[in-house]
């Protein structure tokens, strides 16, 4: 009985995922480029959505810090003592 070529395979393996990752290097664009192969209208409308994502990003993180300084907000809410 003949043992199996693990060698071959892991040879083959490798240069099969290889080529692949150099052609997927070779052939798809940067963030950069594809951003200047942009429209000027298209490229606003990405500027705005940047914008956008910013501001909700930095209200996000305001509040969490907002929350970090209150003492009372590391406690559960149904912890609350108060019945309604």
């Not at 664009?29 to 000027?40: F, G, K, L, R, V």
């Not at 910013?54 to 019945?83: C, F, I």
Request: charged content about 25%; aromatic content about 8%.
């Amino acid at each position: 009985m003949a043992s199996f070529p693990w060698g071959r395979v892991f040879l083959a393996g490798t240069a099969l995922v290889g080529t692949g990752y150099i052609i997927m290097r070779a052939t798809v664009p940067t963030p950069e480029q594809t951003y200047a192969a942009m429209s000027p209208d298209l490229r606003r409308k990405v500027d705005a959505n940047r914008a956008a994502r910013l501001a909700r990003e930095e209200a996000t993180r305001n509040q969490m810090n907002a929350q970090q300084e209150d003492p009372d907000a590391s406690k559960p809410v149904w912890a609350d003592g108060r019945r309604t």
